[in-house]
């Protein structure tokens, strides 16, 4: 039962930490820019076709994932350039409206170029298989291999955020822009940067929840709202707080599917117990978010100055 | 307020739309198109909701991107009755609006403590929360939805199994939610709605308690909306998790905006054209979206103020010419397929009338202008 | 409470402290206010004010320290009560309802005071209860050849006029006006003293004003505010003769009280 829970955690995590991926993106942008981005969801299932793309045409998904990421970096900065640019100074209504034009576009985009029926990206034989992390818990490698990277990335991002000058400027714009424009720092590169590395960040969580899922039409669309949940309960601006919040939403998320149906099914039927099972653990998420924000309006770690 | 005096154009053009919307179901009828009832009845609804999300995104300025919840829980209600028997609609209809404003008010105790962002995700969070209820309901069908096998029933007084009626029906509902509409924003309770939008600290300090206004718009809001709820699952005989999703509240929030917020009319416009666009575009090609999304962005970009802010700033030339190249892109297309000459000759027909309006108001305005001199 | 006065002052503050971390904003403020005064508060730039109108109008909670009003404490009532009993305000950055008319921007301040707001039918621009009495501010303040302006087209002199407007058509028992000649050129300034002498008795008017020409023109006291602490209250001859006020405005190098000599 112990080794089940734990075996159920690391799912949960593994969730999380590709939730903080896109999550991390999000409140960069959020943060700096003021830029409520819909469209991050999409690049994130842009990211997963490109690996899927990439990898058909290398035959190695390594290979693919080296390419997918720059590509997705660039998806990014192209979109920033050319559409979100102008939305920085107006209002969040403005900024979901055209962002959530685009999402309507890449959805159509990804189904004319890649085809209405999805696309499954082939691992390598050796990360198919299971490892023993523990001694009596086998764990899928590859599920593994997320969390590795994503608890990578967190470290990265963290030690970028707090220990580089970029990572000092990003902490200062979400705290007053102002101030970093009268720095004499070229705002725009710096937003079109931090707007390439969080697509960069969408693209791997995408390329990394294609082998598991498939890649589809929509991927992004659902898993966008969380993400925006995990930002707003984490505070906007808050790579610490989307990493907890992440995390905590992955782990309740995926503790309910697993229990919550053994729990009904004392005396519900099977199938009865699963859908109320699903619905009940993707409400618990939310329930969540509007205790937190009913409890804590600015989130659990609201960027100073915000 | 712009929105409060309303040029004389954009009143003719609404009420000119409005009745060319009265005359549906006679052309369909002329023409044997039954599908262009079924368009024009989506259409009607859709903009009843819009009407309603105007109300608390328009003037009150609070951007729910919640609000196709309320169109479902009226939806359920009904259905939900239907499936245990009751087809009484003084029965259904009251409950589904005291549903729908229950809904409302619980939503907007907590989602009004926040303001901005945290508003509009709030909302957002708790629309999922009523959507996943909706996919957790098995008995009801879960996510696969719930067939009502009989209409709402008003003891033989309005027969909603013949369509016209329940056009007519949807209609005059949508005139009454105008009317409402009208009148609260221009009254006593209307002014402090606006005025908290402007700027919600001053109307603290002079007095007002805003939080209470605030709810109250919700939950009309919520209300009629949910009546929307109600006819369309009249219409459709169908209520499932999807019309609850969260891209649905963002339909109806770029309906809103893309006809203009904060005008009475706008959202009628907007439902309409967005809702034609779709259908238009869906007809060019499977991947409409493709098209549809840009001209969004384009719209929010470039267009601020949506069609009747356009109409407002005497942009109608620019309204205008997009009208034309719409038609003759249109007019090409029709040309192959004969079955969308009816819609396309009751657009021209709605042109027609909107270069007449603005005719008129040229005219009256130079004659203004010449007085003056 | 040393001094038992005649009547009860319309505002009493006693001992008001308002502490952001490690900054005193407010430090041990005591104040009386007395019926149909002008009572102008000054200092220099950074001395508290604007902290000290929040805390009266009930946007900041005092740390300690109590704010009676007629005698009955306020210190925890709310903005909107604060307003309802009789305390209005003028904001120092301009705040109106930009896209309303002048008329309409008063109408809402008296609708605020006529009973409750839930009325959703009748149309409120043809409700003389709410036009009248916005009219008669409206002239109070010399607007009321402006009241069809959209607000956000009126001029910066304007805005103030409405401002006051506004404030004086909820009926107010006490009225804080925060730097109401702000920006303003000598020609409006003078405009504005004028007018804030012809409303003067007919409301007590708590006063925070840079203009130290207006300011000994119309006030009948003067509370001297430094870091958050009142050095000196007095008449305006006190004030000027003060050396504790002389000093801390030289210190200061800020706006010195020569103009008003």
Known sequence: ?306 | MPALMHKPVTTMIAVALLGLLALVPIAAEAFDDPFMLTLFTRIVIMAIAAVSLNLILGYGGMVSFGHAAYIGIGGYTVGILAHHGVHAAWIQWPLALLMSGLTALLIGLLSLRTKGIFFIMITLALAQLVYYLGNGAYAYGGDDGLTILKRSDFGGLIDLNHRPTLYYLCWAVLVAALYLCYRTVNSRFGMVLQGAKSNDRRMATIGFPVFRYRLTAFVIAGMVCGLAGVLSAAFTDFISPAMMHWSRSGDLIVMVVLGGMGSLFGPLFGTVAFLLLEEILSSWTEYWKIVFGPILVLVVIFARGGIDGALMRGQANILMAGCAGFFLLYGVHSAYESDWLIPTAILAAAFALVWLAKWLADRRASAKEAGHV | MSDPALQVPVLKVDGLIKRFGGLTATDNLSLDIRAGEIHAVIGPNGAGKTTMIGQLIGELRPDAGTIHFMGRDITAMPVHLRSAIGIARSFQITSIFPNFSALDNVALAVQAHDGHSFRFWADARKDLGLREPAMAALEQVGLSHRAGVTASALSHGEHRQLEIAMALATKPKLLLLDEPMAGMGPEDSARMVTMLRGIKGSVTILLIEHDMDAVFALADRITVLVYGHGIATGTPDDIRRNEQVRQAYLGDETPSLQGAE
Not at chain 1, 166 to 175: E, N, T, V
């Open chain 1, 1 to 306: 039962m112990l080794l089940l829970l734990f075996e159920q955690f690391l799912n949960g995590l593994q969730i999380g930490l590709l939730l903080f991926l896109l999550a991390a993106g999000l409140t960069l942008v959020f943060g700096i820019m003021d830029l409520v981005n819909l469209a991050h969801g999409s690049l994130y299932m842009m990211g997963a076709y490109f690996a899927a793309v990439f990898t058909q045409w290398t035959g190695n998904f390594f290979l693919g994932a080296l390419l997918a990421l720059p590509a997705g970096a660039l998806l990014g900065i192209i979109v920033e350039v050319v559409a979100l640019r102008t939305l920085y100074t107006r209002d969040h209504l403005d900024q979901v409206l055209a962002t959530f034009g685009l999402i309507l576009f890449f959805n159509e985009f990804a189904r004319v170029v890649f085809g209405a029926g999805g696309m499954a990206i082939e691992l390598p034989s050796w990360l198919e298989g299971q490892v023993e992390i523990m001694p009596g818990l086998p764990y899928p490698s590859f599920r593994f291999l997320i969390i590795v990277v994503g608890l990578g990335c967190a470290g990265f991002l963290y030690l970028l955020v707090q220990k580089t000058r970029l990572g000092m400027l990003i902490r200062a714009g979400a705290s007053n822009r102002e101030m970093v424009g009268a720095l004499g720092i070229d705002i725009k590169l710096l937003f079109t940067l931090v707007f390439g590395l969080g697509s960069a960040l969408a693209a791997l969580a995408g390329l990394m929840s294609g082998p598991i899922t498939t890649v589809q039409i929509g991927m992004g669309d659902n898993i966008l709202i969380l993400a925006l949940v995990v930002i707003v309960i984490g505070g906007i601006g808050s790579i610490r707080g989307a990493f907890i919040a992440a995390v905590a939403i992955g782990v309740i998320d995926t503790m309910g599917r697993a229990f919550l149906p053994n729990m009904l099914g004392s005396f519900l039927n099977p199938s009865d117990a699963g859908t109320l099972a699903q619905a009940l653990s993707s409400m618990l998420i939310y329930i969540l978010m509007a205790a937190v924000l009913v409890l804590r309006p600015a989130g659990l770690f609201p960027a100073p100055g915000r």
